[in-house]
């Protein structure tokens, strides 16, 4: 659901740098930059994305990279009392990022009511899937991602807690061997692949340097290899490195039927300590099951950090006719990620589980 707000809220850019996009989408084009220090003016929020105005037109940033206006005064009265709040089951969770968002509900699109800087630590009340419920310093309750957090149990040293943080990272980036190839027909399928971004648009950019865009061609090429090897009928979106708009992509796919639509994505997030992969989904039902398939199938064959199957307003699912799901397939910013997601193995496992996800969606 999109939030209105009531009245206009000013935010602070809370990194370096942040596009500014024409749609509240990761695949939206470019219009500009903001930066550390400038201030946008937000009018509503939808699935994550904040919208405001660029140049006299209507533009989208992401939520995450945000920081209310007036948060430092705030975060320095909850800070102050923190020291007193105590968990009710003796275990705390600590963030391990440099600025996280803290939550209303257990979900990356729900109203942001905190933000905590890295090693803040917070009562656990719950944990539900990958989401921990903790107490804030205002005795309100509130849900942090488990991916940018530990947990320890009250007066754990803090050295352990670090030691917890490093082996947690360590195992969701642990060394790809080569999975085993289902086996699976998809005899009579017709499938499109989409390589996010490309051409002006470099996507994401990889810790090591290298750009989103040539290394989901490379993988998007490996797919379809596999694919066509088991019978499928592939389309490419783009075979070069070619600029096209989200409308050239969905104009693309009117002109084919396919029986599946997936678009192909690495994440990136500021801070390095980001990891794992997922699978989005617009609201068709028949999307839903497509992409559950899919992420189960994902996690199994790459082992990969498990961020789960996710409901988002992206333009090339929105928009999309046909059966569609979008995949973001671990964080390029993380360079432990990274040297698993640029090894030989790691392609061919994705490979596996886009297949084993479609034989099992289709069978």
Do not use: C
């Amino acid at each position: 659901m999109d939030k209105s707000y009531a009245a206009e809220k000013t935010y602070d850019i809370g990194v370096d740098a942040v596009d500014v996009r024409d749609d509240a989408a990761a695949d939206a084009n470019v219009v500009g930059q903001l930066k550390k220090g400038d201030q946008v003016t937000v009018f509503k929020e939808a699935h994550g994305w904040a919208q405001t105005y660029y140049d006299g037109d209507i533009a989208w940033v992401a939520a995450h990279y945000l920081i209310p206006a007036d948060n430092s005064t705030k975060k320095v009265e909850k800070k102050k009392k923190q020291s007193k709040a105590s968990s009710s089951n003796g275990k705390t969770v600590q963030v391990t990022e440099d600025i996280v968002n803290i939550r209303a509900n257990a979900s990356t699109h729900d109203e942001v009511v905190y933000i905590a800087e890295k090693g803040e630590s917070f009562p656990l009340i719950e944990t539900v899937n990958e989401w921990h419920k903790i107490k804030l310093p205002d005795g309100s309750t509130a849900w942090v991602a488990s991916w940018v957090t530990t947990s320890k149990a009250t007066g754990q040293a803090k050295s352990s807690s670090n030691s917890s943080s490093k082996k947690s990272t360590k195992k969701s980036s642990s060394k790809q061997t080569t999975s085993a190839t289902p086996n699976v027909s998809l005899d009579g399928k017709n499938i499109m692949l989409d390589a996010g971004h490309g051409g002006k648009d470099p996507g994401a950019i990889a810790a090591d340097g290298k750009y989103e865009k040539d290394m989901t061609l490379a993988l998007t090429n490996k797919i379809a290899e596999k694919l066509r090897a088991h019978g499928a009928t592939v389309t490419l979106v783009r075979t070069s490195d070619k600029t096209m708009s989200l409308n050239e992509r969905i104009a693309f796919n009117k002109l084919f039927w396919t029986d599946a639509y997936i678009s192909v994505h690495f994440n990136a997030f500021t801070k390095s300590g980001s990891r794992g992969i997922s699978t989005h989904y617009y609201a068709n039902k028949k999307d839903e099951q497509l992409a559950y398939s899919i992420q189960q199938a994902l996690v199994q064959h790459t082992s990969l950090n498990d961020r789960g199957v996710q409901k988002d307003n992206y333009f090339v699912l929105r928009e999309n006719a046909d059966v569609s799901v979008l995949v973001e397939l671990g964080f390029i910013s993380n360079p432990d990620e990274l040297s698993v997601i640029q090894s030989d193995a790691y392609d061919e496992n994705v490979s596996n589980a886009i297949l084993e996800g479609l034989g099992n969606y289709f069978y």
